[in-house]
């Protein structure tokens, strides 16, 4: 499939810099490295990619969500004292964004040139503050969840009548069959790579919503899947799958963890049909996995009528299932799921509490009772509950 403008040069950003600031990286072609490489014997030395950067693993990660526009303004320093005064040692910050903008403005000859805004204005300086304060750095790149990519490749996403398909918000996404949308992808959680993060968390990985109940009615590609002798279902767990394996050896070159988002309610089935997710497989292929098991987001679920109102619980039972379907891993991922500290007012009189400090410290108690201790808080305009315990005791 032939396609212009960005899509067209990431081959050339899937392979490692030849050295720190080296300006020719987009010289040399796919091929020609790709022979290079082949032509090491095994036991040589494999070039790993130096930011620059030091950060050390924390004894457990307690990271917090910030947006490009915290992370490049005024919000960054408040929530840098946040890490300072308390246990929270990480942060999750977007590079590429719900809309699939990339929130950097990268150099002028970047693929990602056209698509790079201005909300993180030094991303650099930026985690040169996190290093000195050693606040590990995770780069948070929303997938296959992007309305930027289709308005120039129509073709990499879902479309329905003609045109780009979005869902009930106005989003649109791209098409997890295609190597083209998956290559766009990891060229940006290079570009991070090569910033300094020391980790990748892929999000939106899987296909739209209920897609089950479209397959039929859009139209879009199946690349090298539209021959395989399994129901669309297998398919698309096979293209979820395949891009996270995919994704973490082209990213081993620069000595990067690799973290997958994944729905909670994907544990506790054998594999959610119409997204693609099972939890297993992707288990298998990443360093970490974050499921997000916001009390908010479930519906009756656990024996638990109105979830939101008994986070500890929620989290507790969540917890129990998680255990055991990564107990039957030989290699299992760290487990850091997402936590809520926001209020789910939407859900109506009755159905919700609001989140506070005792909220959030209920959930983190119920990991740490499971025997979890790495977790994420989402917040999405990044005002963090005061007072918080994040080192609980456990029972």
Same mark, same amino acid.
């Given at each position: 499939?032939?396609?212009?403008?960005?899509?067209?040069?990431?081959?050339?950003?899937?392979?490692?810099?030849?050295?720190?600031?080296?300006?020719?990286?987009?010289?040399?072609?796919?091929?020609?490295?790709?022979?290079?490489?082949?032509?090491?014997?095994?036991?040589?030395?494999?070039?790993?990619?130096?930011?620059?950067?030091?950060?050390?693993?924390?004894?457990?990660?307690?990271?917090?969500?910030?947006?490009?526009?915290?992370?490049?303004?005024?919000?960054?320093?408040?929530?840098?004292?946040?890490?300072?005064?308390?246990?929270?040692?990480?942060?999750?910050?977007?590079?590429?964004?719900?809309?699939?903008?990339?929130?950097?403005?990268?150099?002028?000859?970047?693929?990602?040139?056209?698509?790079?805004?201005?909300?993180?204005?030094?991303?650099?300086?930026?985690?040169?503050?996190?290093?000195?304060?050693?606040?590990?750095?995770?780069?948070?790149?929303?997938?296959?969840?992007?309305?930027?990519?289709?308005?120039?490749?129509?073709?990499?996403?879902?479309?329905?009548?003609?045109?780009?398909?979005?869902?009930?918000?106005?989003?649109?996404?791209?098409?997890?069959?295609? @190597?083209? $949308?998956?290559? %766009?992808?990891?060229?940006?959680?290079?570009?991070?790579? #090569? /910033?300094?993060?020391?980790? &990748?968390?892929?999000?939106?990985?899987?296909?739209?919503?209920?897609?089950?109940?479209?397959?039929?009615?859009?139209?879009?590609?199946?690349?090298?899947?539209?021959?395989?002798?399994?129901?669309?279902?297998?398919?698309?767990?096979?293209?979820?799958?395949?891009?996270?394996?995919?994704?973490?050896?082209?990213?081993?070159?620069?000595?990067?963890?690799?973290?997958?988002?994944?729905?909670?309610?994907?544990?506790?089935?054998?594999?959610?049909?119409?997204?693609?997710?099972?939890?297993?497989?992707?288990?298998?292929?990443?360093?970490?996995?974050?499921?997000?098991?916001?009390?908010?987001?479930?519906?009756?679920?656990?024996?638990?009528?109105?979830?939101?109102?008994?986070?500890? @619980?929620? $989290?507790?039972? %969540?917890?129990?299932?998680?255990?055991?379907?990564?107990? #039957? /891993?030989?290699?299992?991922? &760290?487990?850091?799921?997402?936590?809520?500290?926001?209020?789910?007012?939407?859900?109506?009189?009755?159905?919700?509490?609001?989140?506070?400090?005792?909220?959030?410290?209920?959930?983190?108690?119920?990991?740490?009772?499971?025997?979890?201790?790495?977790?994420?808080?989402?917040?999405?305009?990044?005002?963090?509950?005061?007072?918080?315990?994040?080192?609980?005791?456990?029972?």
């Amino acid at each position: 499939m032939a396609t212009a403008g960005v899509v067209g040069a990431l081959a050339l950003t899937a392979h490692p810099a030849m050295a720190q600031g080296d300006k020719q990286i987009h010289s040399n072609s796919t091929r020609t490295n790709a022979i290079a490489m082949k032509a090491l014997p095994l036991d040589s030395p494999r070039f790993v990619y130096d930011s620059g950067l030091t950060f050390e693993y924390p004894d457990a990660v307690r990271g917090i969500y910030v947006t490009g526009n915290s992370a490049g303004g005024n919000r960054f320093d408040e929530l840098l004292k946040l890490t300072e005064s308390t246990d929270l040692n990480a942060m999750v910050i977007d590079i590429k964004d719900d809309w699939g903008n990339v929130t950097f403005e990268g150099d002028k000859d970047s693929p990602y040139a056209k698509i790079g805004k201005s909300y993180i204005k030094n991303p650099r300086a930026m985690l040169e503050r996190m290093e000195e304060k050693q606040v590990y750095p995770i780069a948070r790149i929303v997938v296959f969840k992007d309305s930027i990519l289709p308005k120039e490749n129509p073709e990499l996403s879902f479309q329905d009548g003609g045109k780009i398909w979005v869902n009930g918000r106005g989003e649109a996404f791209v098409n997890p069959f295609l @190597k083209e $949308v998956w290559d %766009y992808n990891i060229g940006i959680a290079i570009e991070a790579a #090569k /910033l300094g993060f020391k980790e &990748i968390q892929f999000d939106y990985v899987r296909f739209p919503e209920g897609f089950e109940n479209r397959d039929s009615q859009l139209k879009y590609g199946m690349g090298e899947y539209k021959d395989m002798k399994e129901d669309n279902v297998q398919k698309r767990v096979h293209a979820v799958t395949d891009f996270v394996t995919y994704a973490r050896e082209k990213l081993k070159p620069y000595g990067v963890k690799i973290s997958v988002d994944i729905f909670g309610y994907t544990a506790t089935l054998p594999e959610a049909p119409g997204i693609g997710q099972n939890f297993g497989k992707i288990s298998e292929n990443v360093d970490v996995i974050s499921s997000m098991i916001y009390p908010s987001h479930w519906t009756s679920y656990f024996g638990i009528d109105k979830p939101d109102l008994e986070p500890y @619980k929620l $989290v507790h039972e %969540y917890a129990k299932v998680e255990n055991e379907k990564l107990s #039957k /891993l030989k290699n299992p991922p &760290i487990s850091r799921p997402w936590l809520q500290d926001f209020t789910a007012s939407y859900l109506g009189s009755g159905n919700y509490r609001v989140y506070g400090k005792t909220e959030v410290e209920e959930q983190i108690k119920a990991l740490y009772d499971s025997g979890i201790e790495e977790y994420l808080l989402w917040n999405a305009g990044n005002t963090y509950s005061p007072g918080v315990d994040y080192t609980p005791e456990t029972e």
